[in-house]
Nanobody, 118 residues
Framework: QVRLVESGGGLVQPGGSLRLSCAASGVIPKINTMSWYRHATGAERELVASITSGVNIPYLDSSVKGRFTISRDDAKNTVYLQMNNLKPQDTAVYYC???????????WGQGTQVTVSS
């Protein structure tokens, strides 16, 4: 079983920064993709960013390109989401997802709230 624990969310003013972390533990697939999704009130859950082990080609949604950066430390089984120049529309619960080589091997974290407000 895989367990994901997110941290780093909080309240920040527009233009501010936050760094989210997602630490994985348990029996982790050697090849995996770790992603950040967000779910804002009244909206559908959307993919924000993802990065695959051994492949240094991260994906970033167009709404966050130039502001967010995704990275991973495989030695620590942790993925990070550096969020800069935050906007009120970035307000959401951010979830971490780990998917193994088998796409049915999926594990979600519990989510962390990010609120951007003055």
């Amino acid at each position: 079983q895989v367990r994901l624990v997110e941290s780093g969310g909080g309240l920040v003013q527009p233009g501010g920064s936050l760094r989210l972390s997602c630490a994985a533990s348990g029996v982790i697939p050697k090849i995996n993709t770790m992603s950040w999704y967000r779910h804002a009130t009244g909206a559908e859950r959307e993919l924000v960013a993802s990065i695959t082990s051994g492949v240094n080609i991260p994906y970033l949604d167009s709404s966050v390109k130039g502001r967010f950066t995704i990275s991973r430390d495989d030695a620590k089984n942790t993925v990070y989401l550096q969020m800069n120049n935050l906007k009120p529309q970035d307000t959401a619960v951010y979830y971490c997802l780990l998917v193994g080589a088998d796409p049915t091997d999926r594990h979600w974290g519990q989510g962390t709230q990010v609120t951007v407000s003055s």
